[in-house]
């Protein structure tokens, strides 16, 4: 890695998954000078960046590096890397590895731009590509997670995040792959924490638009990402993960931005649902994924299973998946046993 480190022009990148987040960070690579193969899954997408330089369905209004290369052949993206970055929708992870298992060396880094955690195993994404690659081992893995929308980030505003590996050298060697002047990246060991925390804060960003959606105001939203937090810390600490974690970029960074940004998807959700659409009518309505929709089943079945107090992404995944009236799940928090604020259980 040392090697690669000093011969970026040497360094081989291929970019799994299309949408606004792998678009914005693939061409982010690209425009530092990286040769970044893509792989999109739909034809009309390759089509666009090709005759276009942009992708019109998922990060309209950019233009794309001559340095990126859109393909709808999977393999070939992914084969004779230096690093192989996945940013595909979670419940699509299982299988778009298995599809690349075989066809990745040893030597090849893999980063996870993905958040969420799998219905029915409770993996977060880790544990599915340890699963589904196991030729790739776990010092050649890395999480890159943090507040980051991708219509900011292609915009370049300066956005801050973190690379969380449990072998030091393969997070220095991605934060320096990824970093540019309005690209900031911090590293971390705490693979768990950096996950959980960007996966469960898509569920509290659902509550978070439903309170706002109810128009219940600022002290409202301010409690909820609070005691949000407190659930995210909790459910960490049970699996493991560093409770500094949450103090970070992928813990309050994350969840405060995705619990008030109006360009996140979980926040756009939950707002309609408070609003009194349903959770089928707003789903027909997005081309892109909410992860916080199914990742809401994983949070509430795993908390469940681990004896993890969790009210408040319970009565989001009842407003979800039981048609639990919002205004209802909100009288049922506030009024529940009094206790002290730092409990941990």
């Given at each position: 890695?040392?090697?690669?480190?000093?011969?970026?022009?040497?360094?081989?990148?291929?970019?799994?998954?299309?949408?606004?987040?792998?678009?914005?960070?693939?061409?982010?690579?690209?425009?530092?000078?990286?040769?970044?193969?893509?792989?999109?899954?739909?034809?009309?997408?390759?089509?666009?960046?090709?005759?276009?330089?942009?992708?019109?369905?998922?990060?309209?209004?950019?233009?794309?590096?001559?340095?990126?290369?859109?393909?709808?052949?999977?393999?070939?993206?992914?084969?004779?890397?230096?690093?192989?970055?996945?940013?595909?929708?979670?419940?699509?992870?299982?299988?778009?590895?298995?599809?690349?298992?075989?066809?990745?060396?040893?030597?090849?880094?893999?980063?996870?731009?993905?958040?969420?955690?799998?219905?029915?195993?409770?993996?977060?994404?880790?544990?599915?590509?340890?699963?589904?690659?196991?030729?790739?081992?776990?010092?050649?893995?890395?999480?890159?997670?943090?507040?980051?929308?991708?219509?900011?980030?292609?915009?370049?505003?300066?956005?801050?995040?973190?690379?969380?590996?449990?072998?030091?050298?393969?997070?220095?060697?991605?934060?320096?792959?990824?970093?540019?002047?309005?690209?900031?990246?911090?590293?971390?060991?705490?693979v768990t924490g950096a996950e959980l925390g960007g996966s469960v804060k898509n569920v509290i960003a659902i509550a978070s638009g439903i309170i706002d959606g109810l128009g219940l105001g600022s002290n409202t939203r301010a409690a909820l990402i609070t005691r949000g937090l407190a659930e995210i810390r909790r459910l960490g600490l049970r699996l493991g993960a560093n409770p500094r974690t949450f103090t970070g970029l992928a813990g309050i960074?994350?969840?405060?931005?995705?619990?008030?940004?109006?360009?996140?998807?979980?926040?756009?959700?939950?707002?309609?649902?408070?609003?009194?659409?349903?959770?089928?009518?707003?789903?027909?309505?997005?081309?892109?994924?909410?992860?916080?929709?199914?990742?809401?089943?994983?949070?509430?079945?795993?908390?469940?299973?681990?004896?993890?107090?969790?009210?408040?992404?319970?009565?989001?995944?009842?407003?979800?998946?039981?048609?639990?009236?919002?205004?209802?799940?909100?009288?049922?928090?506030?009024?529940?046993?009094?206790?002290?604020?730092?409990?941990?259980?």
């Amino acid at each position: 890695m040392t090697k690669q480190m000093t011969n970026d022009k040497d360094i081989k990148i291929g970019v799994v998954g299309g949408g606004s987040w792998g678009t914005a960070l693939a061409n982010l690579l690209a425009s530092k000078g990286f040769k970044t193969d893509f792989w999109v899954y739909e034809k009309e997408v390759k089509a666009q960046i090709e005759e276009y330089r942009e992708n019109k369905f998922f990060l309209p209004g950019f233009f794309l590096s001559d340095n990126l290369f859109p393909s709808n052949d999977l393999i070939e993206v992914v084969s004779n890397k230096n690093l192989v970055l996945i940013v595909v929708p979670s419940h699509v992870m299982r299988e778009t590895a298995l599809k690349i298992a075989g066809h990745i060396s040893e030597q090849t880094i893999i980063v996870c731009a993905s958040k969420g955690i799998e219905n029915g195993t409770h993996l977060t994404m880790s544990g599915v590509i340890a699963e589904t690659l196991p030729e790739v081992p776990e010092s050649h893995f890395a999480v890159l997670s943090g507040p980051s929308f991708a219509r900011e980030v292609a915009a370049e505003f300066p956005t801050v995040v973190t690379v969380a590996s449990k072998n030091h050298k393969t997070a220095q060697f991605v934060q320096h792959i990824f970093a540019t002047p309005f690209f900031r990246v911090y590293t971390n060991d705490d693979v768990t924490g950096a996950e959980l925390g960007g996966s469960v804060k898509n569920v509290i960003a659902i509550a978070s638009g439903i309170i706002d959606g109810l128009g219940l105001g600022s002290n409202t939203r301010a409690a909820l990402i609070t005691r949000g937090l407190a659930e995210i810390r909790r459910l960490g600490l049970r699996l493991g993960a560093n409770p500094r974690t949450f103090t970070g970029l992928a813990g309050i960074g994350d969840l405060v931005l995705t619990c008030t940004g109006e360009l996140s998807r979980n926040y756009t959700v939950g707002k309609k649902i408070g609003q009194g659409q349903t959770l089928k009518e707003i789903l027909s309505e997005m081309r892109m994924v909410a992860e916080g929709v199914k990742t809401a089943k994983s949070v509430y079945n795993l908390s469940r299973k681990l004896g993890v107090e969790m009210p408040i992404s319970h009565e989001t995944y009842h407003i979800l998946y039981d048609d639990v009236s919002p205004r209802e799940a909100v009288y049922k928090l506030m009024t529940r046993d009094l206790r002290h604020e730092m409990d941990e259980e």
